[in-house]
C-alpha cells in the first residue's frame, strides 16, 4: 500500500474507532446492552488497526506519523485503558460504562482535530489543547450521566484542563522563532540585456470571448484567450509592455519556467507591484533558453489566470523545420481549452507538439495513431529519449512536455482526458486504459553534476487551522505556518540546495520554483535513473516524498509555490531569498 493511501486509511480507521467509542458511550447512556458492546467491539478492532497504520506510516518518515506517535497514541492508550478494563467484565446496568466510554470517544476526538486542524510539526501546544478539551468534556460527562466524582477527584480534573489549556494556548500563540531575512534586494535595471529584438505589447483587460459556441466572461490579454503566442529565437532581446486596462485587482507577467532575472519575474510585492488600471511595465530579457514556455498574471492568479490571463513563449533555435504545435490546455468557466482543430501533415514531415498544462490540476496526455518520443520537459531536453507508443503522459499544473515525431500516412490523434484536441483526421481510439510515462526511468541516465550540498530544506506539505490573520482560516501550510508566516529559505549565490518535499496531505500539490530549474534526484527513495530531469513544475501526490536540487545562480527574492493556484492563494507559499 502507498504512503498516500495509508494516510488515507489511518484517517478514515481513525473516524471509525472515535464514532464507535462515542457510539458505544450514547447507547450504554441510553442502557442498550448489545449496541453498546457492538459498538465498543467496533471502535477496539479500530484502534488495534490503527496501532498498525501509525507503525507503517512512521516507517515511511516521521513527517507522516510525528503528531500520531506523540498525541493520537498515548490518547489512544489511555481510551483502551479506561474502556477496555470497564468492559472486560461488563457491569450489570450498562450505564455506568457510559463515561469511560465517552473519554475513550473524547480522546480519540482530540488526536483526530490535532491530524487535522494542526497537521505537522507536532507541537507541545496543541498535544495540551488536546488534553484540555478530552479533560474538560469528560468531567462534564461524568456530573451529567453520574456517579458524581467526589469533590477532589472533580477539582483535579477540573485544574488538569484549565492548566492544559492555559499552558496549550500559551504554546499555540507564541509566535515562532522566525530567522531574519535579508530584504537587501532591489528591482533590477533592465538596460543591461542590451536593446530589445523582439517588441511586444499585452494590454490585459475584461472581455467576452466565444468558446463552444458559448460567450464567456473573461479577463484577457488583448481580448482573447489564451493571449497572443510570443515567440523568438535563441539570442533576440524582448521587450514586452504590459498594460492594463481596467483590471480593478492589477496584473503583471510572470515568465513561467523562464529563469528571467528578478527584475523580470513578475511577482507582485517580491519584485515589482502590481499594475493598477491605467498604467504600464515594460519586462525586458535575453531569450537564451530555448523551449516551451507559458506566461500568465501572478496578481491575485488564482483569479486572474482561471479567468484567462495567459498565452504562450515559444523560444526557439533557429533554424526551425516541420510543423510546430503549441497547445496549452486550461479550463474557463468550466469549459476546455483548446477546441478541437485538425490540421493536414504530409506523411514523413517532423511534428512537434508543445503541450502546455495552464490549469491548477494535473491533465493526461495520450497521442495515438503513432509513436513518439518525448523530447523536452519544462523547455529542457532529455538525453537518449527512446521511441514510446500506447503511452499516456501526465503534466502536472504549470508544466510543459514537447512530443515529437514523424508523421504518417495515416490519421494521428492527441487527446487530453479522453478528449480530442488536435489530430491530422479522424482517429476513433480509446486511450483511457494505456500505461502513463514515468519520466523518472525515461531516456539515457547521467551522473548527478554534484556530489555535496551546501544547504538543505525539508518542505512539509499539510493542511492546518491558521490563527495568525484577522480570521481563523483552513489554509493550506508548509512546515505547519501560512503564508504570509512561513519563514523564507535564504541562500548564498554559489550555494549547491538540496529540497526535500513532502506531502502529508490528501490532495497533489504541483510545485514551482521561481527562477531556476531543479535536477530531480529520487521520489519515495527510488533515484531518478533515466534522463537527467531540471523541472520547474512536478507534481507531489499524497504520501510523496520528492528529493530535488539546485545551484543558486540567479539572485533575488522568488516565489516557491503550490501551482494549484487556489492552494498558493490559501497559504501554500514562501519565499527563496539570496544573502
Given at each position: 500500500m ?33 449496541l453498546t ?13 490503527r496501532a ?6 512512521a516507517r515511511?518518515?516521521?513527517?507522516f ?7 493520537a497514541?498515548?490518547l489512544?492508550l ?6 477496555g478494563?470497564?468492559l ?5 446496568d450498562?450505564r455506568?460504562?457510559?463515561v469511560a466510554l465517552?473519554f ?8 483526530l ?17 488536546a488534553v ?10 461524568w456530573?451529567?450521566l453520574g ?22 494556548t ?8 522566525v530567522?531574519?531575512?535579508p ?12 536593446e530589445p529584438?523582439?517588441r511586444?505589447?499585452?494590454t490585459a483587460?475584461?472581455?467576452?470571448v466565444?468558446?463552444s ?5 473573461a479577463w ?5 484567450v ?7 529565437d ?8 504590459l498594460?492594463?486596462?481596467d483590471?480593478a ?9 523562464y529563469?528571467?532575472?528578478?527584475g ?5 510585492g ?7 488600471p ?20 501572478h ?11 495567459y ?9 526551425v523545420?516541420g510543423?510546430?504545435?503549441t497547445?496549452p490546455?486550461h479550463t474557463l468557466?468550466?469549459?476546455t ?6 490540421e ?8 512537434r507538439?508543445r ?15 503513432t ?6 520537459i519544462?523547455?529542457?531536453d532529455?538525453r ?5 507508443v500506447?503511452?499516456?503522459?501526465l ?34 481510439t ?14 539515457a541516465?547521467?551522473p548527478?553534476p554534484?556530489?555535496?550540498?551546501d ?21 493550506h501550510?508548509?512546515?505547519?505556518a501560512?503564508a504570509?508566516?512561513?519563514?523564507a529559505?535564504?541562500?548564498?549565490l ?5 529540497f ?15 527562477g531556476?530549474h ?24 499524497p504520501g ?9 545562480d ?21 519565499h527563496?531569498?539570496?544573502r
Amino acid at each position: 500500500m502507498s504512503t498516500g493511501s495509508l494516510l488515507a486509511a489511518d484517517l478514515v480507521i481513525a473516524v471509525l474507532a472515535t464514532a464507535g467509542w462515542l457510539g458505544g458511550g450514547a447507547a450504554s447512556a441510553a442502557r442498550r446492552r448489545r449496541l453498546t458492546l457492538g459498538f465498543a467491539a467496533v471502535a477496539l478492532l479500530a484502534t488495534l488497526a490503527r496501532a498498525v497504520t501509525i507503525v507503517a506510516l512512521a516507517r515511511a518518515g516521521w513527517w507522516f506519523a510525528a503528531e500520531k506517535v506523540v498525541v493520537a497514541a498515548p490518547l489512544s492508550l489511555a481510551a483502551l485503558l479506561v474502556a477496555g478494563v470497564r468492559l472486560l467484565r461488563p457491569p450489570a446496568d450498562i450505564r455506568s460504562a457510559a463515561v469511560a466510554l465517552l473519554f475513550a470517544g473524547y480522546a480519540g476526538s482530540g488526536a483526530l482535530l490535532v491530524t487535522l486542524l494542526h497537521g505537522y510539526p507536532v507541537s507541545p501546544g496543541a498535544a495540551l489543547l488536546a488534553v484540555a478539551g478530552v479533560a474538560a468534556a469528560t468531567t462534564v460527562s461524568w456530573r451529567v450521566l453520574g456517579p458524581r466524582p467526589s469533590p477532589v477527584v472533580s477539582r483535579a480534573a477540573v485544574g488538569v484542563a484549565v492548566a492544559a489549556l492555559v499552558t496549550g494556548t500559551g504554546l499555540a500563540a507564541a509566535p515562532d522563532a522566525v530567522r531574519e531575512v535579508p530584504h537587501e534586494h532591489e528591482y533590477r535595471d533592465t538596460g543591461a540585456v542590451g536593446e530589445p529584438t523582439r517588441r511586444f505589447t499585452l494590454t490585459a483587460g475584461t472581455a467576452t470571448v466565444r468558446v463552444s459556441g458559448r460567450d464567456v466572461a473573461a479577463w484577457a490579454f488583448d481580448g482573447q484567450v489564451p493571449g497572443p503566442e510570443l515567440t523568438a529565437d535563441v539570442g533576440d532581446v524582448l521587450e514586452v509592455t504590459l498594460r492594463n486596462r481596467d483590471i480593478a485587482r492589477g496584473v503583471t507577467l510572470h515568465w513561467h519556467g523562464y529563469d528571467v532575472p528578478n527584475g523580470q519575474d513578475g511577482v507582485p510585492g517580491v519584485t515589482q507591484e502590481a499594475v493598477p488600471p491605467g498604467q504600464e511595465f515594460v519586462y525586458r530579457f535575453r531569450a537564451d533558453q530555448a523551449g516551451t514556455y507559458w506566461y500568465h498574471t501572478h496578481a491575485v492568479s488564482d483569479v486572474g489566470v482561471r479567468m484567462g490571463l495567459y498565452g504562450v513563449l515559444v523560444v526557439r533555435p533557429a533554424p526551425v523545420t516541420g510543423v510546430d504545435v503549441t497547445v496549452p490546455v486550461h479550463t474557463l468557466a468550466g469549459l476546455t481549452l483548446p477546441q478541437p482543430r485538425t490540421e493536414q501533415v504530409e506523411a514523413g514531415v517532423p511534428v512537434r507538439l508543445r503541450l502546455i498544462n495552464t490549469d491548477s490540476t494535473t491533465h493526461r496526455y495520450a497521442l495515438a495513431g503513432t509513436a513518439f518520443r518525448v523530447a523536452a520537459i519544462d523547455g529542457s531536453d532529455l538525453r537518449g529519449p527512446t521511441p514510446a507508443v500506447e503511452t499516456a503522459v501526465l503534466i502536472p499544473a504549470g508544466g510543459r512536455y514537447d512530443l515529437v515525431f514523424t508523421a504518417p500516412a495515416t490519421p494521428v490523434a492527441l487527446f487530453v482526458d479522453g478528449r480530442a484536441v488536435w489530430s491530422t483526421g479522424p482517429v476513433s481510439t480509446a486511450t483511457g486504459s494505456w500505461p502513463v510515462l514515468d519520466p523518472l526511468g525515461y531516456g539515457a541516465g547521467a551522473p548527478a553534476p554534484w556530489a555535496r550540498f551546501d544547504r538543505e530544506f525539508t518542505v512539509v506539505l499539510d493542511r492546518g487551522l491558521d490563527l495568525r490573520g484577522l480570521l481563523p482560516r483552513y489554509a493550506h501550510t508548509v512546515n505547519g505556518a501560512a503564508a504570509p508566516d512561513i519563514p523564507a529559505q535564504v541562500v548564498r549565490l554559489g550555494d549547491i540546495v538540496k529540497f526535500t518535499v513532502v506531502n502529508r496531505s490528501l490532495v497533489v500539490h504541483p510545485w514551482h520554483l521561481h527562477g531556476h530549474h531543479v535536477l530531480v534526484l529520487a521520489r519515495n527513495g527510488a533515484p531518478a535513473t533515466g534522463s537527467p530531469l531540471w523541472w520547474d513544475s512536478f507534481d507531489v501526490r499524497p504520501g510523496d516524498v520528492w528529493e530535488v536540487a539546485f545551484r543558486a545562480d540567479n539572485p533575488g527574492a522568488w516565489a516557491n509555490h503550490c501551482h494549484n493556484l487556489p492552494h498558493a492563494d490559501a497559504g501554500m507559499m514562501l519565499h527563496l531569498m539570496y544573502r
